[in-house]
């Protein structure tokens, strides 16, 4: 299949083969978690969920800071890489003072830090120190 073509053509699908396998073995490497990043960071999730469309929050996360209280819209949520050690908080309140609120920090995709409160009482807290 492969005599009828010239020396550069063999040349190339050789090349566009080695480069595929090379894709193929970063995917496979990705997908097993093989070139997440060291063990001194995590990806840190932050979440706010409330009845009533909107919440106010703050939140401290190294580099990141909301320090005034802010409206958003719910569900809201930011992610980040964080290095170990740094201290973390999300508090939130919900302005109309009806049904659930609550927080949820996720480390590396897991659930670490959550609380949850229900109206009248309407404002919660979640921190913790990055591991």
């Not at 005599?3 to 396998?21: G, H, W, Y």
């Not at 958003?72 to 999300?90: F, H, N």
């Not at 919900?94 to 995709?109: A, R, S, V, W, Y």
């Not at 659930?111 to 409160?117: A, G, L, N, R």
Request: aromatic share 6%; net charge neutral.
């Amino acid at each position: 299949m492969f005599s009828s073509l010239s020396d550069r053509s063999k040349i190339i699908l050789q090349t566009l083969f080695v480069l595929a396998l090379c894709a193929g073995a970063a995917i496979l490497l990705a997908s097993l978690g093989l070139m997440d990043s060291p063990a001194d960071s995590h990806r840190v999730e932050f979440r706010v969920e409330a009845r009533g469309g909107v919440a106010i929050i703050t939140l401290d996360a190294g580099d990141a800071s909301i320090s005034k209280p802010t409206t958003v819209s719910v569900p809201w949520t930011k992610s980040m890489r964080i290095a170990s050690g740094t201290e973390v908080y999300l508090t939130a309140s919900n302005p109309t003072q009806t049904g659930e609120l609550t927080c949820t920090i996720f480390l590396d995709k897991k659930i670490w830090k959550t609380q949850t409160t229900t109206a009248p009482k309407d404002g919660v807290a979640c921190a913790g120190i990055v591991p």
